[in-house]
């Protein structure tokens, strides 16, 4: 199918690539259907949304900036998107690139994908350690200091 996009402009997507997010995201709740995509630069990737192009997130996986990283999602949250195991599940964090600071990962709002049937949701998680803007250079240098 093809999808306009914000990084790309109007491509050719496999279908298998579509995520659905029954709610939304926070702040986009209007928008469900998205495509992940394969960013120019690993380890990142982005969330394009199908509805709009001007709607895009670029996300990477919270573990390769926080090995500790820990969720404490409820099963009934899983369950919403049929989650049962976590072999299931691809966590996301959403990466912000401001003009004029340094680039941050929310790590208190990670997005869970079931892989089988491509269905997510957006968690918030209430662990203090875990904050909405993570500066994810910082944390990778504090990586390989460690």
Same mark, same amino acid.
């Given at each position: ?18 995520i659905t997010f029954p ?15 394969? @960013?120019?630069? !690993? ?10 192009? #001007?709607?895009?997130? *670029? =996300?990477?996986? /919270? ?7 820990e969720m404490n999602i ?30 941050? @990962?929310?790590? !208190? ?10 269905? #997510?949701?957006?968690? *918030? =998680?209430?662990? /203090? ?18």
């Amino acid at each position: 199918m093809k999808v306009a996009t914000k990084a790309y402009g109007l491509i050719d997507v496999d279908e298998r690539q579509k995520i659905t997010f029954p709610q939304g995201l926070f702040g986009f709740e209007t928008f469900s259907e998205y495509m992940l995509l394969d @960013a120019e630069r !690993q380890p990142f990737y982005w969330l394009q949304s199908v509805d709009a192009a #001007g709607v895009a997130f *670029i =996300l990477i996986n /919270p573990f390769l900036i926080r090995p500790d990283y820990e969720m404490n999602i409820s099963n009934d949250e899983l369950a919403e998107i049929g989650i049962d195991s976590p072999e299931k599940a691809l966590i996301f964090s959403i990466v912000t690139i401001p003009a004029d600071g340094p680039m941050t @990962a929310n790590l !208190q709002g990670p997005l869970v994908i079931n892989r089988d049937t491509r269905c #997510g949701k957006q968690a *918030i =998680l209430a662990d /203090p350690r875990w904050k909405t803007k993570h500066d994810v250079m910082a944390e990778l240098a504090a990586r390989g200091r460690s």
